[in-house]
Nanobody, 124 residues
Framework: QVQLVESGGGLVQAGGSLRLSCAASGRTFSSYAVGWFRQAPGKEREFVAACNSRGGSASYADSVKGRFTISKDNAKNTVYLQMNGLKDEDTAVYYC?????????????????WGQGTQVTVSS
């Protein structure tokens, strides 16, 4: 099993940047594919980005492509989401997720392990 803890959220002005971190417990985290999802108020949770266990094969939602970057540091058991050029519509609770399989990475059902979320608020 793996436990995930997100951090790095906060309040940022539109156009600014934030880097979210997701620290994982467990010695086998290097075997896990990871994803980031977000949920805005009144909306369903949506896919943001994902990568395979080695940090490759990155996939992004169209809404964040070119602005967000996912990376995975297996030596530190940590996944990052670098967010640049933030917009009002990026305001949401951001969740990291993990699973041993790299399948339909855009689907919540593909992940068995989830963090508690971190709030990102973008002000204009």
């Amino acid at each position: 099993q793996v436990q995930l803890v997100e951090s790095g959220g906060g309040l940022v002005q539109a156009g600014g940047s934030l880097r979210l971190s997701c620290a994982a417990s467990g010695r086998t985290f290097s075997s896990y594919a990871v994803g980031w999802f977000r949920q805005a108020p009144g909306k369903e949770r949506e896919f943001v980005a994902a990568c395979n266990s080695r940090g490759g094969s990155a996939s992004y939602a169209d809404s964040v492509k070119g602005r967000f970057t996912i990376s995975k540091d297996n030596a530190k058991n940590t996944v990052y989401l670098q967010m640049n050029g933030l917009k009002d519509e990026d305001t949401a609770v951001y969740y990291c997720a993990a699973d041993r399989r790299y399948g339909d990475v855009r689907a919540e059902e593909a992940y068995n392990y989830w963090g508690q979320g971190t709030q990102v608020t973008v002000s204009s």
